[in-house]
């Protein structure tokens, strides 16, 4: 273990919130292992992780886990949770030229805990095998696949370091892993964490066929708040042919059908995270993402950076 790599996770701490290191030092060096715990709490089928760990370790992994559970039920006391992006918000994640720090709303994040954005000029990026992919029993393509990615200093260091699975990136491949995974259909996920120094620290790009935070989503019927919308949904203009393409599995979150009559796609708002998946499947440009201030505001950086900033 490269030592400087731990003091630098240690030293984003404040003196109060130290402990907190030990939960994040613990979910980096053992993401596999963390993950397959969170399968088995949510009572999904998952695959033995590859990585062996001591008991004890496997412990504190399974307790992390439940507490992250424990704290999920309401937004005033979430500490893991994600906020769903456009491509053109995710790549502006990865790609900053300068110094960032913000704190955006609850507008933004509907959640007390875990939202601020704290990225160096030209922060590292770290990509790795989609964790969730290679644990799932029935993944939708065959593991491994990168496209979990590390966003950030200590996490990204650290994380490639520590992890076999994991390896930095430039911030070009970055933008072209993300645009290939998008082409796949992926959802784009900005995940905060209270024990990453109340920030964000990730980016999932997944599917409701492998992705243990989507499927729980869907399985849950979003009643439980471990996932924020995007700020927008999809809308379908009255050039719609009845085509079908956006229907065949293309909506990681169950909100696309056909009316009665099959003429023409038809959107579920409530269920809509607005990731634009379904935008760029269809083949006459139909559908648009439009934005809808009662599902929040998006992540968006650049216009964040023109906002008065919470306290």
């Not at 030990?22 to 009572?43: C, D, R, T, V």
């Not at 920030?199 to 708040?225: D, K, Q, T, Y």
Request: glycine letters at 6%; aromatic letters at 8%; a neutral charge.
């Amino acid at each position: 273990m490269h030592h400087e790599l731990a003091k630098g996770l240690y030293d984003i701490y404040p003196l109060e919130h130290k402990n907190d290191f030990f939960p994040a030092f613990l979910y980096m060096k053992y993401i596999e292992n963390f993950i397959w715990h969170a399968f088995q709490a949510s009572g999904l089928p998952v695959k033995e992780p590859r990585q062996k760990v001591s008991e004890e370790t496997d412990a504190m992994l399974k307790f992390y886990v439940q507490q992250i559970a424990d704290s999920s039920a309401t937004t005033e006391t979430n500490i893991y949770h994600g906020k769903v992006v456009k491509l053109q918000d995710a790549i502006k994640l990865v790609t900053q030229k300068k110094d960032l720090h913000l704190v955006p709303s609850e507008k933004v994040m509907p959640y007390k805990l875990a939202r601020e954005v704290i990225l160096k000029a030209n922060s590292p990026v770290a990509v790795g095998t989609c964790v969730c992919r290679s644990l799932s029993e029935t993944p939708c393509m065959p593991p491994p696949y990168e496209a979990c990615m590390f966003v950030g200093d200590p996490f990204a260091s650290f994380i490639a370091e520590e992890s076999k699975m994991f390896r930095k990136v430039s911030q070009d491949e970055a933008v072209k892993i993300l645009e290939d995974v998008h082409k796949k259909g992926f959802v784009h996920t900005a995940y905060f964490k209270k024990e990453m120094g109340n920030r964000f620290m990730a980016i999932c790009n997944c599917c409701s066929c492998c992705c243990v935070g989507i499927r729980m989503w869907n399985m849950l019927e979003g009643m439980v708040p471990i996932m924020a919308s995007s700020g927008y949904v999809a809308e379908v203009s009255d050039d719609c042919n009845g085509c079908a393409s956006c229907t065949d599995g293309t909506c990681k979150f169950n909100a696309i059908s056909m009316s009665k009559d099959g003429q023409k796609a038809v959107i579920n708002e409530a269920k809509c995270m607005g990731c634009g998946v379904c935008v760029d499947v269809c083949p006459i440009e139909a559908i648009k993402l439009r934005r809808d201030p009662s599902r929040g505001e998006p992540l968006d950086i650049e216009e964040l950076q023109r906002q008065p900033q919470a306290a």
